[in-house]
């Protein structure tokens, strides 16, 4: 039996291309439902009020962030807080990168444009909010032991703006 003893150029060829072979399956995933699923759960068409309350606080891209959803008595939705949220590009000159604030939420259950749940999230503190000058709209990932609130932004990868219920 002869052995061929690679060295050099051509085995950093081999590990590469081994490499590739190993990974090109997960490149084939590009449903925005298996990256989620991949990180944090499968996307929910729906969640009730009850399933989403209580309080989230960031990972990657977020962490710092904290959201508190707190539910009404009298159906979807309630009051929300939030601690060092994104600041859309119109307030940085006053607000800063981040602010705190509150306001209200809601959950929508997905529809035939949009087939999954999300959060609707409208901002009154700071009072010089206007609609959509920041993240005012989440998607809803859960499984059996989590559930994650996400910036739904390339369905290719998982979400760098997530934030996971404590």
Same mark, same amino acid.
């Given at each position: 039996?002869?052995?061929?003893?690679?060295?050099?150029?051509?085995?950093?060829?081999?590990?590469?291309?081994?490499?590739?072979?190993?990974?090109?399956?997960?490149?084939?995933?590009?449903?925005?439902?298996?990256?989620?699923?991949?990180?944090?759960?499968?996307?929910?068409?729906?969640?009730?009020?009850?399933?989403?309350?209580?309080?989230?606080?960031?990972?990657?891209?977020?962490?710092?962030?904290?959201?508190?959803?707190?539910?009404?008595?009298?159906?979807?939705?309630?009051?929300?807080?939030?601690?060092?949220?994104?600041?859309?590009?119109?307030?940085?000159?006053?607000?800063?990168?981040?602010?705190?604030?509150?306001?209200?939420?809601?959950?929508?259950?997905?529809?035939?444009?949009?087939?999954?749940?999300?959060?609707?999230?409208?901002?009154?503190?700071?009072?010089?909010?206007?609609?959509?000058?920041?993240? $005012?709209?989440?998607?809803?990932?859960?499984?059996?032991?989590?559930?994650?609130?996400?910036?739904?932004? $390339?369905?290719?990868?998982?979400?760098?703006?997530?934030?996971?219920?404590?």
């Amino acid at each position: 039996m002869t052995r061929v003893r690679m060295t050099g150029r051509r085995a950093r060829l081999l590990t590469a291309a081994t490499a590739l072979a190993l990974l090109s399956p997960l490149a084939s995933c590009s449903s925005a439902s298996t990256a989620v699923e991949a990180c944090m759960g499968k996307q929910a068409v729906s969640a009730t009020t009850g399933e989403l309350e209580g309080t989230y606080t960031g990972e990657a891209h977020a962490k710092g962030v904290k959201i508190t959803l707190k539910a009404s008595d009298t159906g979807t939705g309630g009051t929300v807080t939030v601690r060092n949220w994104p600041t859309g590009s119109w307030y940085k000159s006053e607000l800063g990168a981040t602010f705190d604030g509150s306001g209200t939420w809601d959950v929508l259950s997905g529809t035939g444009s949009d087939e999954y749940g999300h959060v609707q999230l409208s901002f009154t503190e700071p009072e010089r909010f206007l609609q959509d000058d920041t993240l $005012d709209s989440l998607s809803i990932a859960k499984d059996s032991q989590r559930i994650y609130l996400y910036e739904d932004d $390339d369905p290719d990868v998982c979400p760098t703006f997530r934030l996971r219920r404590v």
